[in-house]
Structure formats: structure tokens, C-alpha cells
């Protein structure tokens, strides 16, 4: 079902949008979002009684398609059958089903409201999640997931407050189940949302099982369109650690979840993620060749693969790309809204998403009595002392949790709730390791910098406030910034705008005055949990980290030395 999330809008504005996760504090909640709806009517001021429309990403009925598809992979193999039956049970009776008692338990939860309750089809809220917060007047769309309710990836045409469907793909065939396949074949674990894991590996590697991917398991289809071939490689099985022998054969066993990474491992995810560019490309050509678009919107989880993003910018027909960066499903209760005030009520655009902090936000008395209960002791100090300060013990070593404002909506930390460190450092990965958290070799660590520094930094104009998109970092710079820079000579940046990041865009030049080097590196404000969204949380992930200091708001808290 994807992440639960919630989105509040008042006239075309976006007034609140988080995930239930950061509540509940449990990775990837799934569920109904009650927490995150509370917030949203907390925040609005309002009750649920003044909400005039609800909108589900999802269409329940349409669930004829996929039985159909259990069905029909009895032909293929019993093993397949049964994957999809004991999962499909349980969705259909927990999950699609339950969706028909929403708007009862809305009211039940919330108190009494005469609401319209609307189900939209989920690649259209993907759709609308991206098109109708972009800069764009009118855009070709990408949609492309693991599934919606059968639709896996859909092309539309976005005009105005308008958008025109003009291709469903749909189940077995889907990018999504592809590479979370892919992730479970090398060990990982899709439903922790590992996928990020191949393709951080896959800059390892070279793409030396890109024909037989290209011959047996994907490859573009006719003009427009691709195959996903189950028989090779199947989603449902690979959730269970299940592969064909024809894919071991060629690729030789699966690897087990604390094996080694060897080549062939970063091989096969180097080949995983060619194959997907290659596809997405296809369907790109087609999609602009259909619209006469220079302008493309992305979203639905495949579009949070940063290095396939990267390449739709330098390879595809588009001029300007714009990435959802809630391209997961949690995106999509923004996308419902947003399709609901201009599909449904027809109101002109006013809104465009150039920022994502969206969430709860603390003040600094709020800060000051959670840090009184953690015992801990901390400094108040103004602006021009604090960001200084703070950008000298970064460059001195330090690991800074840094909390201040909105709660970010999405899977990145964009210097709100974020570990800032030095980027300079080449063995920040070590350092991170041993004060903060296990990371993986693999996983590369991304920069915010000066929107400002970013033409110098990547060699050519590149704005990103979300990171999504990875870019080559400019030669002349890589060896400056080593602990940023990916084993390719790529970087993941978030480019920090002035405007709508006063504050942490002053801390980044506070420690350029100090360097000449405009990033820091940023990595989210978490530690095996989901992102922090209260002091509490921040103050709880202090005591049991070892990083040097935290930062709330205006509080300054620094570890004793021992
Ligand atoms: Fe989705």
C-alpha cells in the first residue's frame, strides 16, 4: 500500500503534508494515517467538520485485474500462484476492503463532518502529485511504481489545471517489482525499502549481464511500451527469497543476506540499473514524441532513483525536468488534494512546490522543556553567535544533529532535521560509522550547498532543493569534497536556496567563510528509525548516538568530552 501520509490544502496552498511514520515511529508505516490527519487539523487550526473534501489515492474496485493476474500465473507455476494468493488475501481483505469504512472512521475518530469522500486512481494522484506543483504551465508526465491498482506506470499530458491520460501500463509489467526483485536477488530486504541499496552499489560495478537482462527479463516494447518477464525473474517470489533456475543459471545463486559483496553482485546491480535507464528512456522518447513537450514531471517510487534521474536530465528529449520529491506513495495524499481542487473544482493554479518543509515545526520553549526532561543541559544563543559556532565545530570534526522549522515531507533530511558534518573529510564515512550509525559502504553521502556555488561545484547550472537527481561533481572539485563524491565522481546535492532556507542557507556560509568550501554534508537526523520529528525524538537519538553536539532551534546543546 505504500507509505501513509496526510496533506492539508486551503485554497490551492499547501497548509500541512507528513507521513505517519514520523508519529508512530515505525519505517514505512502502513495503515491509516491518524496521526498524520491530527496534525494536519491541528496545524490548520481547524476540525474535521470544516473540511469540505477527502480524497484516497486509491481506487478499490479495481481489483478484478489483479485476481485476474493470480489466476493466470497458476499456468506458469504453483509456487507462483500461491506467492500471489497468501499475499493477495490479505490485501484484498485487510487493505482494499477496508478502504470502503474510511469516511466512517473518519468521523468516528474526528467527530461528525458532511465531507465528499472521493477514491481517485492511484497513478493519477502520482500524476497530480508532481504536475500540479511544478513550475510548468504544461508538462509531459511520467507516473512509474510498483503498482497502483493495476497500472504500473502511466504516461499523461498535463495542461493547465488539466491532466490527459494517454498510456496505462500495467501488472505483470512494472519497473517498480523489477527492481525491488533485483534488490531481495542481492540480499536486500524491498520491503525496508532497500532499493537504494542496488543503486548505490551499481556505480560499482560494471553492467556485464546487460544482454540477457536486455534478452529475458526486460526490454523495451514496440514504440511504447516495455515487457517484464515473470518467468525469468518474478516479484512475488523474489519477496520470498524465491528465484528461477534460468536466472541462476546465468547469474549464478542469490546472494544471501550477510554474504560478501563481491563484483558479480555490484555487476548485477550495475546491469539492474542500466537495463531500468534504457527502458525509461524508451518510454521517454515516446512520451515526447506524443506531447511535443519540453517539460516532464516524475513520480511514483521509481522516480526516487537518483542516478536514473540524472541521466533523464542529460539523455532524454526533455529541457526541463521536474521530480516530485515525495515520489513515493506518500506523495500521493498531495497529489489527491491537489487533483481534487483543480481535476474536481476547477480552480486556477497558485501553487508551486519549491520546498518540502511541511510538517510540525517546535519552538524554542517547546525545545527548552523537552530538553529539561532529558536532563541535558544546552546554551540559548542568537543566530550570529550560534551559526558560527557551529559551522567551527563542524570544520573542526564534529558531527552536528541539526533541528530547526518545518518537519521535511518525503525521505530526505533538507537542513531541517538533518546531521550535518564536514565534507572535506575523506574518512567522514568512518567517523559517521563510529559516532552515528552502520552505513554501508556503498551508500554514498549526499551535500547541501549555496544554490549559488552549485555551476562551480558541478560545472554546469544545476538546481535542486530535494535530492533527487545524481550529477557529476566538476573534476576540478572532487578531490576538495571527498567525503560527498560517489566512487563515479557523482554527487547527490541539495542546492539551498536563500529564500526558502534562510537559516541553514547562513550556516553553510558561515563554514565557507571558514573553508572556501560553500556544502556541508547532510545526511537525515536518524538512527535505524524514522526520520525525527520532535525534540523529544532529537534529544532521545542524541542520548543513544555518539555524535558531538545538537542543535534545537536556538539551543545548543554540546557532549562532554570523555
Ligand atoms: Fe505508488
Redesign the pocket.
Known amino acids: 500500500m505504500?507509505e501513509a501520509s496526510a496533506t492539508l490544502l486551503h485554497d490551492g496552498q499547501v497548509v500541512a503534508a507528513v507521513e505517519e511514520e514520523r508519529f508512530s515511529r515505525r519505517k514505512h508505516h502502513v495503515g491509516f494515517p491518524f496521526s498524520a490527519i491530527e496534525y494536519c487539523l491541528r496545524e490548520g487550526g481547524i476540525t474535521l467538520a470544516e473540511v469540505n473534501h477527502v480524497a484516497l489515492y486509491w481506487k478499490p474496485w479495481i481489483l478484478r485485474h489483479k485476481a485476474m493476474q493470480a489466476a493466470r500465473s497458476l499456468l506458469i507455476s504453483p509456487a507462483m500462484f500461491k506467492a500471489r494468493v497468501d499475499r493477495g488475501v490479505t490485501q484484498v481483505s485487510q487493505s482494499y476492503l477496508g478502504m470502503f469504512r474510511y469516511p466512517s472512521l473518519l468521523r468516528k475518530h474526528f467527530g461528525p463532518s458532511d465531507f465528499e469522500f472521493h477514491y481517485l486512481e492511484?497513478h493519477v494522484s502520482?500524476a497530480a502529485s508532481t504536475f500540479l506543483v511544478s513550475p510548468f504551465e504544461t508538462s509531459a508526465i511520467l507516473t512509474m511504481?510498483?503498482t497502483?491498482e493495476a497500472t504500473t506506470t502511466m504516461m499523461s499530458h498535463g495542461v493547465g489545471t488539466d491532466i490527459r491520460v494517454l498510456k496505462r501500463i500495467k501488472l505483470p509489467h512494472s519497473l517498480g517489482q523489477y527492481y525491488s526483485a533485483v534488490t531481495n536477488f542481492l540480499g536486500f530486504d524491498m520491503f525496508a525499502g532497500d532499493e537504494w541499496k542496488v543503486m548505490g552499489l551499481s556505480a560499482f560495478g560494471k553492467p556485464e549481464f546487460a544482454d540477457f537482462f536486455s534478452r529475458r527479463i526486460l526490454a523495451p516494447k514496440g514504440a511504447d511500451s516495455f515487457a517484464f518477464n515473470i518467468r525469468v525473474l518474478d516479484h512475488h517470489l523474489a519477496k520470498r527469497y524465491q528465484f528461477s533456475d534460468e536466472l541462476v543459471a546465468e547469474l549464478g545463486p542469490p546472494r544471501g543476506p550477510d554474504e560478501e559483496i563481491t563484483e558479480r553482485h555490484q555487476n548485477i546491480a550495475a546491469t539492474a540499473q542500466v537495463v531500468l535507464e534504457e527502458v525509461v528512456l524508451h518510454l521517454l522518447e515516446a512520451l515526447h514524441a506524443r506531447t511535443g513537450e519540453e517539460n516532464l514531471c516524475l513520480a511514483?517510487?521509481v522516480a526516487l532513483n537518483s542516478v536514473m534521474n540524472g541521466r533523464i536530465i542529460r539523455e532524454s528529449p526533455f529541457k526541463r525536468v521536474y521530480v516530485q520529491p515525495v515520489s513515493s506513495?506518500a506523495g500521493?495524499s498531495l497529489g489527491a488534494a491537489f487533483q481534487i481542487y483543480h481535476g474536481l473544482l476547477g480552480r486556477p493554479r497558485s501553487y508551486q512546490m519549491d520546498h518540502a518543509y511541511l510538517g510540525p515545526s517546535f519552538t524554542s520553549d517547546e525545545c527548552r522543556s523537552a530538553i529539561d526532561a532529558s536532563g541535558l543541559t544546552s546554551e540559548v544563543l542568537p543566530d550570529d553567535e550560534l551559526l558560527p559556532r557551529v559551522a567551527r565545530l563542524i570544520a573542526d570534526g564534529a558531527v552536528v544533529g541539526w533541528f530547526q522549522g518545518r518537519l521535511e515531507f518525503g525521505p530526505r533530511a533538507l537542513g531541517n532535521r538533518s546531521f550535518l558534518a564536514d565534507p572535506r573529510r575523506r574518512d567522514m564515512l568512518q567517523l559517521l560509522n563510529d559516532k552515528v550509525k552502520l552505513r554501508e559502504w556503498f551508500r554514498p553521502l549526499a551535500p547541501s550547498v549555496l544554490e549559488e556555488a552549485s555551476t562551480e561545484m558541478f560545472g554546469q547550472p544545476h538546481l535542486d532543493p530535494f535530492m533527487v537527481t545524481v550529477m557529476p561533481v566538476a573534476e576540478d572539485q572532487q578531490a576538495r569534497i571527498p567525503a560527498v563524491v560517489h566512487v563515479d565522481g557523482s554527487a547527490r546535492p541539495q542546492t539551498v536556496s536563500r529564500r526558502t532556507n534562510p537559516r541553514y542557507w547562513q550556516l553553510i556560509k558561515e563554514f565557507e567563510k571558514l573553508t572556501g568550501v560553500p556544502m556541508l554534508l547532510n545526511t537525515s537526523l536518524n538512527v535505524q528509525e524514522p526520520i525525527v520529528c520532535t525534540p523529544a525524538d532529537a534529544l532521545g537519538t542524541f542520548q543513544r548516538a555518539g555524535f558531538d553536539a545538537l542543535v534545537l532551534e536556538d539551543h545548543l546543546i554540546v557532549r562532554a568530552a570523555h
Do not use: K, S
Request: charged share 20%.
Open positions: 505504500g492511484h502520482h511504481d510498483g497502483g511514483g517510487g506513495d500521493c
